[in-house]
Structure formats: C-alpha cells, structure tokens
C-alpha cells in the first residue's frame, strides 16, 4: 500500500509542502526526483493553478520566427515561443514562419467570438420543451442580467436551442474578455439555468447540466458550425516563383494536393482538412500558459484554396475553436507570462492580438508541412532533426 | 525589422547558444526573460527533441494518487504525475482516484494497437484502383519486408484500403514496440510506398503520402473505428453504497445523465460522450513526455455504462486513440523520465502497462466530474479551488 | 445504336405520344411492355410532374390502421395506406399502429419549419467575408422583399451564416405553406443572390448557387441541427402491462437496447438511432405523392427515452428534417390524392396535419421493429410475410 | 372510432379482398377511391410483398436515354425507365445521359459487394469481449458453416469487429447473388448469433440482434467506409470542347465550383459531396421494384474530379452502398419487371449488370444538374419543366 499524498489546503503552496510530497514519492516508489523539483519561483503563486504542487515539467522550448502578421489586432513581426519534446516542429514551423514572412505575411481575422456552456432542460412533453424555447427568448434580457451577476467580464451574447424529444438543450454564448473563460462561462451558465427553474416554466422536470451540447473539451460539430473560443482565419497568397523557389512545388500541384487531402478528411470524417494545426498550438499552448486540454478542440480547422487568375496560390486555414487566454488561467505563471511578454500579449486587451498570432502560427505549419509532403522532403527532414528516434 | 534568431545547428544544444536566443529576443522586445532560462538540465540534452532550443517552459506539476490499476500490465497502486495551469484539475481527477481505488480499482484492457500512415495511390481508372487492392494483398510480405528495412522495432500488421474515383488509399498499421511510432511509420510506410512505385503496378500514374486517411493529429473517425496508438478500455464497477455515499448520486440517476449526455454528443457529433478525457491526458502526457499534440486524437473516447443485476453501476471507457510512448520523443528528458519512473513506466517494455494507467487516470476523471455535475457540485468546486480566476 | 425517344414537349401529354414511346423502346429492345402502359387517368394530369411520360409504375399499396394521432393539427383516428414491394413492411406498422392506438396514440408536435437553399459567396479575402455577415443582417428586410417577389407562398424566416476562409455561405430558410418548397425556395433565393450581387457589396468576386450546405437531397449534419422541412416530434408512453402483455418486453429491456442501439448509431455515425424510418416514411411518400427522393433527407431521426417514475416508457422520435407537401409537387395525382384524403390532408391548410400524421406512422414502426427485436420476433416474421424471398 | 381493416390471411391476396378494404375505407372517410384500385395484375402476385392489399399507387415515369454505359457487366446502350413525380427530373437526367453518351459514354466498375447484418454481444468485462474477437477468428468456418445453412445463395465473405467497453459488435457480411439481400442476411446471422451463443464463448451474457452498426435503412460512416450492397464507381472524361458547347462551361470552372461543394459538403457533413444521386436513383428503384427506402442509403456518394494533363476534365461517383436486386422483392413484380427487362436486367445473373447501369445514371444527373447550376441554368430549367408548382 503507497501513503497518501499530503493535500493541498489553502495557503500550504510553500517549498516545503511540495518537497514534502517529492520526499514521500521518491521514497515510496524508489525513483530519483531531482529536476522536477528545480523551479525559478515561489510555490505560492500557482495557488489557484494546481493542487498537490510538487514541482514542475521542465519543457523544452524553441524561439522561432520573426513571423509577419497582418491582423487587425497583432500587426506587426512576432517571435514565437515553441514548447515541445518532439524534434523537427520548431525547424517546420520556423521554416513556415520564414516562407509566410518572403510572402508579405499571414493575414488574420477574427470571424466570431463566444465561449459556451449549457444544460438539457427536460420537460414533460415535447410540447412544453418546444415552448420553453420561445420562454428563453422572451426572457433573453433577465437571463443577461442573472447570468452577468456571476462575472464582472462575460457577458451573454445568444443562446442556442435544441431539441429532441422532451429534451430541450440550451447553449448560452457569453463573450469573456480577455480569459479564455471555460470556468467563467460555467458560473454564469449555471446561474442562469438555476434561475430559469425557479421560474418554474411549464412542465419543466428538471436539467441537467452539461450534458454534450456545449462540447467542452472534444470537438463537435456544433463547436466547428457556431464558434467556441475565437473563430480565427489566417491568409496568404502565395506568389508562382515563391512557390517554386522555396516550396519547390507549384500552385497547381499545391491545389491537387490539398484537394485530395479534402476528400480524405471528408470521407475518415476527420475534424480537419489541414495537416497538423494541433503541433504548433500545442506548443504555442505550453508555452504561454494555455489550457493545453483545449487542443482537443483548437486542433481542427478547415484549409480552403484557390488559384487565383493571376496564377499565385490562395491559402487560408479557419480555426473555428480557439480557445486562448492573456489574462487568467495560467497566463500569469513566470516562464508562461515571459512568453506572452515576448508578443506583448500579456493581460488585459490582448486576447484578440494573440488569437490572430496563434492562427498565423499554425497557417506557418500547414505550409510547411503541405509542401515538404508535396515535395517529397518530409521523411528526409524528419530523419535529419528527429535524431534519437527509434 | 527584427533580428533573425540563430538557428540550430548541429552540436549548438549548449547553455551560452541559448542564452544567446534569449538574449535576443529579450533585447529586441524589451522583455525580461529570466525564468525561461532557469533549467536543471545540459542542453545537449534536447538534441533531437527541440530546435532552436532556448529555454523551458516550467509547468507547475501535482502529485496524486495512489490510483489502484487492475489490468494485465499495469497492476497494483501508482501515483500519477499531471503537469497543468488549470485550477481544479488535479484535485478532481485526485477525488476520482481516490474513489475509484475504494472501489476496487480500475480494470485495464488493451484492445488493440497500431500506428498508421498512408498515402493516396492515383491511377488511370477505377478499375486500376480496384485492382491494385488486390495486388496490394498478394504483396503483403514483400511490403512488409521492405518497409521493416527501415525499422529495428516496428512490424507491419496489415494495411486497410479504401477507394473514391480512381483513387486508393492505403493505410499501414505497425506494432511499434514502446515508442508512440509516428515517425518510425512514417519512414517505413514511405519505404513501402515508393517501392510500389518502383513495382509499377498497371495504370499507377503516382501517389500522394499523408492525405489524411491516416488522420495523424487529428480526430477522424476512421481512428475511432480502427485504432491509432492503443485502443483501451478501462472498466469500473461502484456499488449502490459507494455512489450514495461518496458520490452523492445512485447507479439510476448517473445511467440516465449520461444516457442524456450520449444522446448529446450523438446529435451535436462530439468526439467523445465521456466528459472531460483531455484534462486529465493532457497533464499526463506534459509530465511524461509525451507528444502533447496528440491530445487531438486521444481525447476522443466512449462511455459505455449499465446497471448490473445487483443494482451495482458498470461504467467504462474506451479509448480508441490512445497514442503513447515510453521511450524516444520526450520520454528520457529530465523532468520527463522522473514522472515516468514514479510508475516505473521508463524504458523498454513498459508502454502497454503506460497505456493501462493513462485509461486508469482518464476514468477516474470521468467518474470524478460526472457524478459532481449530477449531484451539482461542480461549479462549487470551481469556485474553491480555481479562485484567482476573473 | 438505340433509337432516340421523342422528348417531351409542351402539350404532348397524349395517351398516343406515351404509347409511341412505349412501342419504340419496346420494339429496339424486344420487350413486352404492356403492365406500364395501364393507367386510369388522362396523361394531361402529368404535365409539369415528368417528362417523357410513356406510363406508370404500379406499386402495390396496403391499407393499415386505423391509428391514433394525438397532434396539435392531427387529432384522432387515420387510416394510412402504404405503397411498397417489401413484404412484412406493412403488417409490421400496422401491428405498431396497432399497439400505439391501444396505448392512447401517438403524440405529435411540430418543432420548427423552414425549406433551405444557399450559396457560397466568395471575396477577396475574409475580413470582407466577415463584414458581407452584417451586410446580409443590415439588408434582411430587401432580401425579405426581394426573395418574395417570386412567390405568393414562400416567406423569409432568418438567414445563417458560415464562413471558411474567404467564402461566406448564406442559407436562406423560407416557409412554404403547404407545399414541400424546394422549387418555391430556389426561386426565391435565387433572386436574392441575383440582388446581392448586384448590389456590390464590398470585395464580393461572386458566389455558386448551392454547393452543398443547403443539403438538397442529402443528409447533413446541418439539416439534422437546424432544420429542412418539418422538425417533428413523435412520442407516446408505454405501460409496463402493454409492453409485457403486447410487446413482450418490459421497460427496462426496452430502454437498455436502445442505450445499445444509440451507442452504435453514435459510434457508427448513423443518421438516425431509430430502427428504420425509411420504411415507413417511403412508403407513406410514395402513396402520397411527395418527392421520394427526399428520404435521403427524412430517414434521419432520433429516438429518445425515458423510464417514468411509475415505471412506464416514455418514447420519442424527432425527425429534424420531414419534408413534405399537400399541394403542388405529385399530391394532385390521382392516386396520390386519394391517398392524401382519405386522411383529410388533400390541399391548402393540411401540410401540418400530414406531417404529424407521417411521424406518428414513423413512431408506430420504430415501436414494433424494436420491441420485435428485442422479443427475438424479427426473423421469425420476416419469414413469414416474406414468403417468395430467395 | 373508424372500422378495423380486414387483415391479410393467407390466400387472401385477391381483388374481392382487396375491393373490401377500398370500399371500407372509402365509406369511413367519405372518400372516392377509384384509381387506387385500378391495377393490371392478379394480386395473387403481390403475396409477399406486401400485407393489406387495397390497389396500387400509380407512379408516372418516363422513359430516358439511350445512355451509353462501358462497364464491365452493363456494356452498350440502354433505355433507362424513371419513375417520379417531380418535374424535370427525368429532363435534367435524360440530358445528362445525352452528354455523357456524347462523351463516349460512362465507364462503370464494383468495387466491393456485400450486405451485413450484426448484433451486439455482451461480455462480462473487455477482456472477455476482446478475447471473443479471437474466438470469432477462429470459429470463421463454422460460423460460415452454420449461417449459410439457412440460404442456398449468400455467402459469408468477412466479419468485421467493434468493440466498445464490455460490447463487442459484430458485423456479419455476405454476398447475396442476385438479391438485395437484407432478408436473407438477417437469417443467416440470426442463425450465427444463435450459434454463437449455444457455444457458451466464455464471458458471454447475451446478445442485441442489429443495434445499429450494420445500419440497415440509414445512412453510416460504417456503410460508407465499408461496403454495404454494391460499391460502385461510374466515370467519365469530358473534353473541354464538350464542355464548352454542350455544359457552357470549362473544366477549370467545373473544378473550382465542385471543390467549394465538397468542402460545404464536409464543414456541413453531407454524407455526399454530390449534387442529387437521390433523385435518379429514387427514380429507377421505384420504377425497377427496388426497395426504395434503402434510398436512406444508396443517395450517399462521393464525388471525386481532376483536369488532366490534356486539360480534360475526369468526373467520378462513387456510391458505396447501392443496395439493389434483380430477383425476389418486388422485381418480379408486372411493371417493374416491364422495366427490368427494358435494360435485360430481370432475374439470375443481373445484378451486377444492373448495378453499373444505375451508377451511370447517377453520374449523368450529377453531370447534368451541376453544369446547370455553373452555367446558372438551373432555376430557368425548374421554371420551364416544373410548370404547375406553386
């Protein structure tokens, strides 16, 4: 039988505490625990991040870049810090970021903006579940007020409805400021469901809440068809000879390509046409103090191309999941803050900014990637960079 | 214009190069980026696992556990380091083990295990296509002897086809001993995929590698319905007793949530009818080193429950995509190995038993935050344990 | 070379055109047509319903019910003739009508109407993408104007929006009275797209009619979480006695293999967790004239339950997308008529009424399917009624 | 409360029993039934294909084509019999079947056949489930032993496995000669699952017949990975000059416009990324005595395009679960055997005849109605044929 280890309780985030729990670890399981226990902070400012801190995961991280970015919030050259084990992605989204740079840089737009939570309200007919939805509609204003009581920031942009049966499912839609916002959302969500039974609409039997429809941490297509987090696009245009130069391919081949690479995602079902968006947000998301789980649903996103009449390649990526933060969450953590620091997207009023970096980012990757496959370099690179592989 | 940052070259993993980096990038934003730098390790270390390498992110680590596993690799109690930001997250998953270890423990199962990569095959026609399906089937120990050329440890199990127009797509699975594989399948299903070429079969007019039937860092539901990495399932049985007492709910009352919930996620089509799989993957795979990116594939998994004849709740989950490792990647850097070790999960050997307590700690947070929503405690604990939240 | 049949003109629906066509193809290819030319009405009635007439498929058509419609337009007792070739299919819904009359009828309840069309409006670049979003929301009232113009019926609902990259899609939802309302609805916004682009907003290059987010003719997870045609809900409760004494099951069976059922129709990606909706509804459209075609679309339907505290079983089935008519379309037809009154539902003011009754049909089925399933009555009955099978 | 209808016994299927039924109903509803119950045919010939024989539904149709077809068991011209109810459906396919027969004609092939029928078995625990999948390999010739016992014409061909928790699905699929098959299947697997089970696997503890991952009426991503009665391409090159004199458009516009529709087509998850194969196809079965309610199904298919090298266009459908048959159901039926036989398609040894001639047609609607909406056609031809619409 192992001990118990020590539980967090309020204001036990000292060194101590947390060697305390390395200690009774390494001596319960025989291991050595010497680097997890080398940090550059004090333990106290992860009280709200962590329970049971014990120390820390030392990633490694990469600076790339600089990447030009031609947003309507981060205009401008951007270096990108990259937090990875996996050998050969900060040379591919690095080489990306060069190539979109020679092309004029990635253009960024931020399409839509909420993050969400909901519950199923179940009625005792489908009649009653049916007029529940115009209740919510009437009742739009109280629901903002109550459900904003919770939150000094989110406020509730729409909700969505549902139905199936006597089940009526309620998605509210709140802005968030600058927080990525999950647990924001979740308070005033459940206020408002709280305060809708009350109410007492008729027929109502109760809810429950959660429940699928807002899909937190998985992709589903209602996030991909509404929006959750930021809805972002990144552009480029890629001129013939840069394409032939750099990529050593072409705008046709580049084009074929990707339109076979559309009919695959398409009949797998798969939850995006692009290559690999999940590496560099993942390591964009470690870096700077994201909720990292939230890749479950940032990772899919749509490539659309086209040849344009003059012959250059079109190319956009569309995240319609980006969940990020600049405020709140781990933003604040000492190596996470330095690397929003280093895009100047720390705190308040940034969240816009870094969401068009992060789709310009992972536009760098779908590049570079698409087009070492095109060109037959992928294997090659990987075998170079990606050294002490198996 | 900003500087461009020195790129890596070969034996540059030293201390003054990346502080050279830092150094720079400091100076041409005006950050100070002291704890980046703060790092306990050689940089030669991360050859091959990073380039431009710089620095660390320190991501705050908790401890939890013990977690009793009953599976056929991994068997008896583990303590479960999870590498998170997020407030709440450790002390949930910590309350699911503790619950699923007074219930007995969770039962570990591998169902299958494969890593994959494909290429489109184009041809003159539809028939051509069909019929190099066939050719594929009576070259199969040819191809798995040439794409095993490529490879000490992974091994051709059998190749999967699909066909639209005049296009087939192949698909290799491997075996790929203890490391997540994907970049040993990528050289061996590229190997085998440029000796078709050199084979000629009739009407062959080339190839495409990738285009997305191999769904890597991606959901896709040819994963889910085949296998990418493992395919676990983790099982549970909670009395009657244990789920008043200490879940506050009844067997009755959980089976309808969650038959709402499935219902949920079959209509809105998430990945997953299970509630939060990625929090709880995410913070171990940042721990152990793992490719954190994959969490796009492994965060999709299925719930499945019954009521037993005693009245007793069976619940389980099931983990398609389950993509880990332990060796290669990120699994030998410092902070990374000690987490493995702690499970005496480092090396050669132990992946599958790795696998089994990754399915263990998956459903402990699935129990956790299941029965909070139903007995509505879940917003309360937010509250307390995520408290500098906006 | 086969010779060319005489194609349809204006005014030629003509007995005499019809058996020239039948001489024709029976003369170049040596058959005997002579069932194909029996009809009972004059040819003339078919103009505007086909081209190239030359005769008539004969499909059997049975007589069920009578069954009990507890709708908000359907209310009381119907007799519902059915046109198929597939033995069993009839006596297997007229037993479910059977059952669902003797537990007091089926419930019914339109959740929502609208008939789509759309188009892909492409522009220089997202951000004009994005801001045509608020230019279709500033102009709704023209667009309401202009789209009505080419229909007396057909009144505009709202608009959605779905952007990728540089391409906006627009889908229109109309009502359509009592008319399916495809045709209504491609006029109708087909204008309005003609009007936006001569309307020039900013950075548009041009827009494709259709391409698919409109899902004519197709199941889409657009259609299911919106709507196409009627959204309705069919329900009914089943004591414990009926389902013991009649069905042979008992609540709990019944619940438990649909929990089965829907977990593989979700695993699966099924279009409907429903039995077999297909059957009845094809059956049903071809009796009726509607466009059959439109099962693609209205075989797609969910079923919900629920074990009511007393113990009895709540049952439900939403069909997201029914699309039907009682006017305009095949309804006028002779046979078609009859068979739309004999349930009253002939003409203006009846498309709600038919569309409760279709899904109460829908429900009788997926009754006597399921619970024949689960009493292991299914092959057994099969081989009963399908006596001629191989 | 409305008069019970005198139910089908056997022997009853003649006109008398059938005039009862009329005229009960007629004069419960006070309607006029006069042409439902004219039809050419002894009702004796409808035994077994349906229950509650009154009249029959006559279904207008027109004769198409010639359409040139170059498959491998369909060669040389065709007349194609439709029957529907919708305007310028046969107009928009009897052009199609012009051009394509213009273009050289439509090249069809199969790909795969077999139709599947499954259960879900339910296991004690995942290892018991997981090892019955071994137990399943092992016992293949007895399983094919056994299930064959019940048909003299299907044979099992492969079984495929899902599992989910302690549910391990199996998917059962044979090839059923001429027949359709569903009816045969469901014995045959019915008597394997029944085998199965007197062979105590250990662990077991039941079984669910169906439970959906066979997807019988419905569409699947199962079905459309798989195979479920025929896969079948149809494929066709289009010169440019044909293009442009005939269609009004290019192949570069064809291209672009089809490669916005697919990707509608997957953001939206159509289950096809073709225009309209529900319509020829709803068409043909009614009129040929198919079992029109696997429409469900056959309407899903993938389109798939490229211009080659001599600036042709190459145009592909690929329908992966055509459910057709020549024998048995209603093919024997008097008009739809009439039609049958208009192609040499009725009886022994035509199914895969049949099946590439229904495949060529669906690719000429889809060449049809997509050039008509690039060449903005569309809505000026509905206005032309669909003359009395609303």
Redesign the interface.
């Known amino acids: 039988?192992?001990?118990?280890?020590p539980?967090?309780k309020t204001n036990d985030y000292t060194r101590e505490q947390a060697d305390e729990?390395?200690k009774l670890?390494s001596s319960?399981?025989n291991?050595?625990?010497?680097?997890?226990s080398?940090?550059?902070?004090d333990p106290a400012l992860?009280?709200?991040?962590?329970?049971?801190?014990?120390?820390?995961?030392?990633?490694?991280?990469?600076?790339?870049?600089?990447l030009q970015v031609n947003g309507?919030y981060a205009s401008g050259?951007?270096?990108i810090?990259m937090?990875?084990?996996?050998?050969?992605?900060?040379?591919s989204y690095?080489r990306g970021m060069k190539i979109a740079s020679l092309a004029g840089g990635v253009?960024t737009?931020i399409?839509d903006d909420a993050m969400n939570r909901g519950a199923?309200f179940?009625f005792k007919?489908?009649?009653y579940a049916?007029d529940f939805g115009k209740w919510i509609n009437d009742n739009f204003e109280s629901l903002k007020t109550i459900s904003e009581e919770t939150?000094?920031?989110g406020k509730l942009k729409d909700i969505n409805q549902?139905?199936?049966?006597?089940?009526k499912?309620i998605r509210f839609n709140f802005t968030t400021?600058d927080?990525a916002g999950q647990?924001?959302v979740?308070?005033a969500a459940?206020r408002a469901c709280e305060w809708i039974h009350t109410q007492k609409p008729k027929g109502l039997e109760g809810f429950?809440?959660?429940?699928?429809?807002d899909?937190?941490?998985?992709?589903?297509?209602?996030?991909?068809?509404t929006v959750r987090g930021k809805?972002v696009?990144a552009?480029i245009t890629l001129s013939k000879e840069l394409m032939e130069q750099v990529l050593h391919t072409t705008p046709e081949k580049f084009f074929?390509?990707k339109?076979?690479?559309?009919?695959?995602?398409?009949?797998?079902?798969?939850?995006?046409?692009?290559?690999?968006?999940?590496?560099g947000?993942?390591?964009l998301f470690?870096?700077t103090?994201q909720?990292?789980?939230?890749?479950?649903e940032s990772?899919?996103g749509?490539y659309?191309?086209?040849i344009l009449e003059n012959g250059d390649l079109?190319f956009?990526?569309?995240i319609p999941a980006l969940i990020v933060g600049t405020?709140?969450?781990?933003t604040g953590?000492?190596?996470?803050r330095?690397?929003l620091?280093?895009?100047?997207c720390y705190g308040a009023g940034k969240v816009n900014k870094f969401a068009e970096i992060a789709a310009a980012v992972a536009l760098s990757g779908e590049l570079s990637l698409a087009s070492a496959?095109?060109a037959?370099e992928?294997?090659a690179s990987?075998?170079k960079?990606?050294?002490?592989?198996?």
Chains 1, 2, 3, 4 share one sequence.
């Open positions: 039988m192992l001990a118990k280890i539980y967090s729990r390395i670890v319960e399981t291991s050595n625990l010497h680097h997890i080398q940090y550059s902070f992860v009280a709200g991040n962590i329970e049971n801190f014990s120390g820390v995961a030392q990633v490694p991280m990469g600076l790339t870049g600089p309507e050259q951007f270096y810090p937090a990875t084990t996996e050998g050969t992605l900060v040379a690095n253009t737009t399409l199923a179940i007919n489908a009649v049916r939150t000094s920031i549902y139905q199936v049966g006597k089940i499912w400021g927080a647990n924001m979740n308070k459940h429950k809440f959660g429940t699928q429809l899909s937190d941490k998985k992709h589903s297509l209602i996030n991909a068809l809805k696009c552009e074929k390509f339109s076979i690479s559309t009919l695959g995602a398409y009949i797998g079902q798969a939850v995006s046409n692009g290559s690999h968006i999940a590496n947000l993942t390591a470690i870096a103090g909720d990292v789980a939230n890749i479950a990772s899919a749509y659309y191309g086209d079109y956009s990526i569309t405020y709140g969450g781990g953590l000492p190596t996470q330095e690397c620091e280093i895009m100047d496959i095109i037959d992928f294997v990987h075998d960079y990606g050294r002490n592989r198996p």
